[in-house]
């Protein structure tokens, strides 16, 4: 065998061992998060968006927050939003909520293949999104329903989507939940993770040499920072300043592995920035003045040309990966409510109310305002099919946009379909047959 | 077959402490799809472990063991994903041995399902086979039961050049046979479900008949196999069926031994048709027994469009497309 694994001529030396990185907790184990640097809120500078980017290096290692337990908001990076925009923001965030309770029970009850919730972490998406002009286009991932639903896209559309039916405006070919609306400034989901980092920087790169005046902003899981082009879209941001911010969803999880797959236990995402000269903040994913504020921070920089930002939000995925996924077998079931950032939702809730901008009733009633409205939407949706119940395209989409044209072997595969379609389904509705 | 999978990487494991099994999800939770479950338990976090999401690092890292005398089997959790890996497993993996003139090689088994018929729309169906067969330097394979996924697995891991080893997810569980809305067998009532205990191998590059006939030959691999064999009982067509096994190297002795007698050839795969293996298997066959021929070779394959989630069974080249395509073949006795 070629190689030289022998040790032998060197045995006074130790063998080499490797570390195979283990989260803290697994199914069954006491939870215990008190090694999670839980920053006092408020105490953590705030440079100037123009600064150099290595004014912003310690606060990669640190930790942005601003609401404290106290439930009032604190320091430099308060973003000092009025209660109306800050109950738009919760507003939002319940109908998040809402749409993710619903599109679940809907895969589970066979009107769908496939869904996946952002439970837990509706603050990084939402809050987030609101810091943006309308117009800066984003570069989501999978789990970034919120920022759609923020920029007021239809829930039905959403729905149409998720159930394939055909009110789908991508013609049924997507898997649920990825998404894509230009109208709204909301770039295509891909399936192929990280993909889309790079591609926001491209973006933002053209919209520079345009001298147009819209930033792209890019989120990624903390897993996903681990392919290529995560690492490519840092580098292109970084050489040439590119107007983009890059939000690292940090959830701890990627599918059953802990974030130290992706290197967790060895630097801090937002650490990343350093190596590649960029700026870079670390905050608290639940908080959402936190997200807020350092979202708009790094728009601000962006858009004044002083370079690229790379954020890192520290939240907790409290539900499954997806649908498909069954987190007890990997993971502590307590960690859902150890989580020392708490939720989102909760912290922003009980954030107007310390300030005297809201109450529980009100809570209540937006809540089932909320469920009601998803509700309705989705009874809209379901009248145009579920993915459950048969077929809702015409076979004959499937060959569209596959170029511009259809060329003449697609268009030789289009009639060979329609006349098994006959076949197999007769005059009847394919949606009826199935 | 996922039990059948995870044998043989269990018999491996035993066998050889060279060989090593990573990917995203694999360690711990024995990945998504189970085929590693309780490997690492067993042999340890040295020798089964989580890998960081990164197909590239994946094959790179596998190259580097292989270079070292390793035998990795790693894991890209679906083979839609393997692309960011492809640059290290063709320019690299490929080619070490050729260009080392041998000084070094990579043994490495690179797992990982394919295909569709699940709904995972079109980035968790594709079926890139063809890709790897166009790549000097490395063997692709391809299961259709658990009988043979485990001894073809073996044999991969044993073997010294990189291999391609592509599950069909649609029939992990069952033999899919192409209607889906018909409820799934079950692999307990298959005949090729009973794998043997301990170590045996299917030598690479031998096909399988799977159903003799005199009239016409099914060239097909993976979920396809089934798929084709039952629309030939259904219309009682007297086919001799060939499970290919291995797309590279082929088995062209058998595949020349069965046209030569039959006359007639049917090409059937998942993967969308142009350039995909069919066409080589055509040019393959054209080229070798032309003049048994008695009507030109039919290929059966998907659409020349990515595989769309709602639309897959009108993608799937199921019944009623290799049923027709077996009419024009037939047409003339
Ligand atoms: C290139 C690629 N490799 C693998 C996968 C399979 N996959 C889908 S989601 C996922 C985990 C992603 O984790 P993370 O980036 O942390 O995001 P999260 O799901 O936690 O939000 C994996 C491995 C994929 N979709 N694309």
Redesign the pocket.
């Known amino acids: 065998m070629a190689g030289n694994g022998d040790t032998d001529t060197r045995g006074n030396l130790p063998p080499l061992s490797l570390h195979v990185p283990e989260p803290k907790f697994r199914p069954g184990d006491e939870v215990d998060f008190s090694h999670i640097g839980v920053t006092e809120p408020g105490a953590q500078p705030r440079p100037d968006e123009n600064c150099e980017a290595g004014e912003t290096h310690p606060l990669c290692n640190d930790l942005i927050r601003v609401l404290g337990d106290d439930n009032k908001a604190h320091g430099p990076w308060d973003p000092k939003l009025d209660p109306e925009t800050l109950r738009r923001m919760l507003q939002t965030m319940a109908l998040t909520r809402a749409f993710d309770e619903r599109m679940f029970r809907g895969q589970r009850q066979g009107k769908t293949s496939f869904y996946m919730k952002c439970t837990g972490e509706e603050a990084t998406s939402i809050s987030t999104a609101m810091a943006l002009a309308d117009d800066d286009m984003i570069f989501p ?3 970034q329903q919120g920022a759609l639903i923020s920029r007021g896209y239809p829930l039905i559309e959403m729905i149409n989507q998720i159930y394939s039916n055909e009110g789908d405006k991508l013609k049924g070919r997507q898997l649920p939940i990825m998404y894509s609306a230009r109208d709204y400034s909301f770039y295509t989901i891909s ?4 993909t889309q980092v790079p591609q926001a920087v491209g973006f933002g790169m053209a919209s520079a040499i345009k001298g147009d005046t819209k930033i792209a902003a890019t989120w ?6 681990a ?1 290529g082009d995560f690492h490519a879209a840092c580098t292109f941001a970084s050489v040439y300043r590119a107007p983009v911010v890059i939000n690292v ?1 940090n ?1 701890q ?3 059953s592995s802990f ?1 130290g797959f ?1 290197g967790a236990e060895n630097a801090t995402f937002a650490a990343r920035a350093i190596g590649y000269g960029i700026a870079g903040l670390r905050v608290d994913g639940n908080d959402p003045l936190a997200c807020y504020a350092a979202e708009r921070w790094a728009a601000n920089r962006a858009r004044s040309n002083a370079g690229p930002t790379l954020i890192e939000f520290f939240s907790y ?1 409290a539900e499954g ?1 997806s649908t498909s996924d069954d987190p007890s077998g990997y993971r502590s079931a307590q960690e859902r409510e150890e989580w020392p950032l708490g939720d989102p939702v909760m912290r922003l809730k009980n954030h107007l109310i310390a300030l005297g901008e809201w109450d529980e009733d009100g809570q209540a009633k937006m809540d089932l305002e909320a469920a009601e409205q998803v509700k309705a939407a989705n009874t809209e949706a379901q009248k145009l099919g579920t993915l459950g119940h048969g077929m809702h395209q015409p076979f004959e989409t499937m060959f569209e946009d596959v170029y511009e044209d259809v060329p003449w072997h697609l268009a030789e595969q289009r009639e060979q379909s329609l006349r098994e379609k006959e076949i197999k389904f007769g005059k009847k509705d394919p949606g009826e047959a199935q | 077959m996922i039990e059948a999978i995870n044998d043989a990487l269990d018999t491996m494991l035993g066998r050889d402490d060279d060989v090593v099994i990573f990917g ?2 694999a360690g711990y939770f024995g990945g998504v799809f189970r085929c590693t479950a309780g490997l690492q338990e067993k042999y340890g976090t040295s020798r089964v472990f989580d890998a960081p ?1 990164s ?1 590239c690092g994946i094959m790179a890292v596998a190259v580097g063991m292989g270079a070292y005398g390793l035998r990795p089997v790693p894991e890209i ?2 083979a839609d ?1 393997i692309y ?1 890996g492809y640059d290290q497993i063709v320019s690299e993996a490929a080619r070490l041995r050729y260009r080392s003139a041998g000084e070094f090689i990579a043994p490495m088994t690179i797992r990982s399902p394919y295909g569709g018929g699940i709904f995972g729309g079109q ?1 968790h169906s594709q079926s890139p086979e063809a890709l790897f067969t166009h790549i000097s330097g490395m063997k692709t394979v391809v299961p259709s039961t658990p009988y043979d996924a485990k001894g073809l697995l073996i044999a991969a891991i044993e073997d010294n050049d990189p291999v391609v080893f592509f599950e069909p997810k649609r029939i992990y569980n069952g033999p899919f046979e192409g209607y889906y809305d018909k409820p799934a067998a079950a692999w307990r009532s298959h005949d090729a479900s009973i794998t043997p205990e301990g170590y045996y191998r299917i030598e690479l590059g031998k096909a399988n008949v799977v159903r003799e006939g005199q009239a016409l030959t099914v060239l097909a691999y993976g979920t396809m196999v089934h798929v084709a064999k039952k629309v030939c009982e259904e219309k009682g067509v007297d086919a001799e069926v060939i499970d290919l096994r291995t797309l590279v190297p082929v088995d062209i002795e058998t595949i020349e031994a069965s046209v030569e007698k039959t006359g007639r050839c049917l090409i059937v795969h998942e993967a969308s048709r142009t350039s995909g293996f069919g066409a080589e298997l055509s040019a393959l066959v054209q080229e070798r027994c032309f003049y048994h021929l008695e009507a030109p070779i039919e290929r059966v394959t998907g659409f020349d469009t990515p595989y769309p989630h709602s639309l897959e069974w009108a993608y799937f080249p199921g019944p009623v497309r290799i049923g027709q395509a077996l009419d024009r073949l037939m047409a003339d006795i």
């Not at chain 1, 399936?191 to 990280?194: E, I, M, P, T, V």
């Not at chain 1, 990624?220 to 920072?225: H, I, K, N, R």
């Open positions: 991932s999978y789990r399936g192929n993770l990280a990624v899981g903390d897993g996903s920072t392919e969803v959830n999880w990627a599918i974030s992706a995925r990966h | 995203e999800d999401i197909e959790q679906f994903y960011p980035t």
